[in-house]
Nanobody, 122 residues
Framework: QVQLVESGGGLVQAGGSLTLSCAAS????????MSWYRQTPGKQRELVAT???????NYADSVKGRFTISRDNAKNTVYLQMNSLKPEDTAVYYC????????????????WGQGTQVTVSS
């Protein structure tokens, strides 16, 4: 079994910064894609940023230039540095990981974290 535990959410004023962390633990041989999503009440979960194992990144247009995703493969951890935060960034942020638990099969499974609330006040 694999667990993803997020931390770093909270309340911040518009223009401020926060850094989210998500640590994966359990049966892990390797992790391919790691992503951050966000969701507000009544809306679909939105992909915010993705980083693959080789380090290539991709961002939603709404956060380009403000958010930076990074990962520490040795720690199985993904980060989201959020700068110049806006009230519309308020959401529950979820991390996601494509995990290969065992080298013998190389089968990949997707896991979600429990979510962390980010609130940006105007």
């Amino acid at each position: 079994q694999v667990q993803l535990v997020e931390s770093g959410g909270g309340l911040v004023q518009a223009g401020g910064s926060l850094t989210l962390s998500c640590a994966a633990s359990g049966s892990i041989f390797s992790i391919n894609r790691m992503s951050w999503y966000r969701q507000t009440p009544g809306k679909q979960r939105e992909l915010v940023a993705t980083i693959i194992s080789g380090g290539r990144t991709n961002y939603a247009d709404s956060v380009k230039g403000r958010f930076t995703i990074s990962r520490d493969n040795a720690k199985n951890t993904v980060y989201l540095q959020m700068n110049s935060l806006k009230p519309e960034d308020t959401a529950v942020y979820y991390c996601y990981a494509d995990v290969v638990p065992y080298a013998t099969t190389m089968a990949q499974f997707g896991y979600w974290g429990q979510g962390t609330q980010v609130t940006v006040s105007s």
